[in-house]
Every structure is written in C-alpha cells, then in structure tokens.
C-alpha cells in the first residue's frame, strides 16, 4: 500500500509535465486503466511507465500515436490482458469471490445503519430481501460498473458521463442493470414458490450472524494471503 502511493505521488507530479493535449489522453488512459481488474500496484507501474513514454516522446517532439496508436482504448486492453494472462483462472476467479464478498459486507452495513435510522428502534440485523439484494449488485452490478466506466473514459465533463449513466448509453452498464433485475426476481420467483414470500422479511441478527461474518472475513483473508503468494512466485 505504501509502495502504491509512493508511485502515485511521483506520477501526480510528473503529469503535470505534460503539455495540454497529452495530458487529456494520459487522463483518459488513467480512467480505463483505474476501472480494470488489476492490482492498485499493478495500476500504478504500468501508469507510471505511460506517463514516463509520453514525456520522453513529448521531449523529442514524437507524435503519440507511435506511443500508444490510433486508439487508445485499445492500447489500454493490450496492456490489461498482458498482465491478466499471466495469471490462471483460479486467481481471477478468486479474485472476483473477494471483491464480491467485501462489496456485500459493505453494502449490508450501509443497508443496516440506513434501516437503523430510518427506523425509531435502531435494530441490528438485515433481512433476507437485503441480504439478495445486496449480493446481486456486489457480484452482478459493481463490476459492470466498472465496466462501464472504461467505455465512459473518453468522456471529459461530468454532465456527459452523467447523462450516459443515467441514459444507458454504456452497453454494459445497460446490460447489467437488466440482469440484476432479472437475477432478482428470478431468486425471488424461486424462494417464494420453494418456502414462503415471508422469507424476505425474516430478520438475520447481527449477533447470531457473528459466526458467518467471521467465515466471510476468514475466506476474504485467506484469498487475499493466497493472491499475495501466487503474485510473489510469478
């Protein structure tokens, strides 16, 4: 983590080194880049070599095109899929459990300490229809998210990025949204045929939920000692 914000302070710096129209491209290439699958670490080494490219071509007066070509989405999806091959489909696999599982939690607390306060009686648990929902857009709608904001990158003002969110202009964004909704109802249809629609509003306890909080964080721990040790032996 130190190491990733060493890297990111020198960067800052050294973008402000590029003049007016190379700088725009770096940002969109910094936007695509951020909203990968990758590492913070590994977004900051291959930031940092971009940014060093594109000065030393500014200082010879080359064109950027013989740097990054034509398009430079392109250039950013050669260079994630050159660091993702190197890593087999359990890593990847793994990785999308952790994010998936530590987006649920976070989501779980912010549903809980939103019901507490809506409600007079600030009550510890969460209910079953948050538990789905909150599964859904941990794993289905949060990295199509992501997704989506790469295909935004090339958008420069806020009101455009915006208006294309909120338009379902991004194809996946788009998709996503649709398979979320789809996916919970689906769930829904089946718990309430299979038990009873009461189910949704059955109350887990935050108390009696301790043990299976705990096995979440000992899973997301283990991934994530799992994923230190394969990326030290590539």
């Not at 530590?102 to 079953?128: D, E, K």
């Amino acid at each position: 983590m130190l190491l990733e914000w060493r890297f990111k302070q020198i960067r800052v710096k050294q973008q402000k080194k590029l003049n007016e129209s190379n700088l725009y491209l770096y940002k969109r290439i910094t936007s695509y880049i951020q909203n990968s699958e990758l590492r913070g670490i590994e977004k900051e080494e291959i930031l940092q070599q971009v940014v060093d490219m594109m000065l030393q071509a500014q200082i010879e007066d080359k064109s950027m095109d013989l740097i990054i070509g034509n398009d430079y989405e392109e250039f950013c999806k050669s260079i994630i899929e050159e660091c993702s091959s190197d890593k087999d489909k359990n890593y990847r696999m793994l990785n999308y459990i952790q994010k998936g599982l530590l987006g649920m939690i976070l989501i779980l607390a912010s549903l809980t300490i939103s019901r507490g306060i809506l409600n007079s009686s600030f009550n510890l648990g969460v209910t079953v229809d948050y538990l789905l929902i909150a599964s859904v857009i941990s794993f289905v709608l949060l990295p199509a998210i992501k997704k989506s904001s790469q295909e935004s990158a090339s958008l420069t003002f806020w009101n455009k990025k915006f208006y294309t969110v909120n338009k379902g202009l991004t194809k996946s964004g788009a998709n996503a949204f649709v398979l979320m909704i789809v996916t919970v109802v689906f769930i829904r249809f089946i718990l309430g045929k299979t038990l009873s629609t009461k189910v949704f509003h059955y109350t887990i306890n935050l108390y009696s939920a301790i043990p299976y909080v705990v096995l979440i964080l000992l899973i997301i721990g283990s991934i994530e000692i799992y994923k230190r040790i394969y990326n030290k032996s590539i």
